[in-house]
C-alpha cells in the first residue's frame, strides 16, 4: 500500500514540495484506508463518502480492500468542497468548522454564521445549500444590487433557509430570537 501512496501525484507533489508531507499527514491515508477495510468486512459497508480533498484516502481503501479481498465491490464517492470565496475550506483544520450538531454549534451561531456571509459568497450558497427555486435566487441577486437595497437581506434568507433545513423550525426560531436580543431591531424577526 505504501508503494501505491507513493506513486500518487498528490504525495509525489508534496514530497517534492519546500514544505513536504508530514508523517502524520501521510499515513492518515493508511489509517483511512485500513478503516474502510474494517468497515467493509465487519459492518458490510462498501462506499465512503467525501469531500474530493479524500479522494487519495478513498482510494486507499478501495485499492485495499481489492488487494487483499479480490473484489470489486468497494466505492468511493466525493463531492467538491464548499470553499469560501477566498478558496478557504469549510472545515476543523481550517479553523472555521460549522458544525450540524446542535451540542456542538447551537443554532444561534449557526445562523450568524451564514447571516455574516460575504457578498460575494450568498448567492453561490444559496444555489448549494438550498432547496429555493433559482428563478428566487435571482431575483435575490438582482434586488442586492439595486438603490436601498437593504443590507444582509440576501444573507437573512439564506441563514433562514439553511437553518430551517438543518435545525428545523423550532432551531430557527431559537436562533432568530437570540439575534434579536443580542441586536434589537437590526433584524425582524418573522
Known sequence: ??????TKDSVKKRLMSEEGISFTEFTYQLLQGYDFLHMFKNMGV??????????GNITAGTELIRKI???????????????????????????GAIWLS??????YKFYQYFLFVPNEDVVRFLKLLTFLDL????????????PGYVLKSTQRRL??????FVH????????????????????ELV
Do not use: C, H
Not at 428563478?135 to 439595486?146: F, G, H, S
Open 46 to 55: 462498501n462506499v465512503q463518502i467525501g469531500g474530493s480533498d479524500q479522494w
Open 135 to 146: 428563478k428566487e435566487i435571482q431575483e435575490l441577486e438582482e434586488t442586492m444590487k439595486k
Open 168 to 187: 428545523g423550525a423550532e432551531g430557527l426560531a431559537e436562533a432568530m430570537k437570540a439575534t434579536e436580543a443580542v441586536k434589537p431591531g437590526v433584524f
Open 102 to 107: 446542535p451540542a456542538m454549534m447551537p443554532p
Open 159 to 164: 441563514a433562514e433557509e439553511v437553518t430551517r
Open 69 to 95: 479481498f479480490q473484489v470489486e465491490g468497494a466505492y468511493g464517492l466525493t463531492f467538491p468542497l464548499l470553499l469560501n470565496n477566498d478558496e478557504s475550506k469549510f472545515g476543523k483544520s481550517e479553523g
Open 1 to 6: 500500500m505504501v508503494g501505491t501512496m507513493m
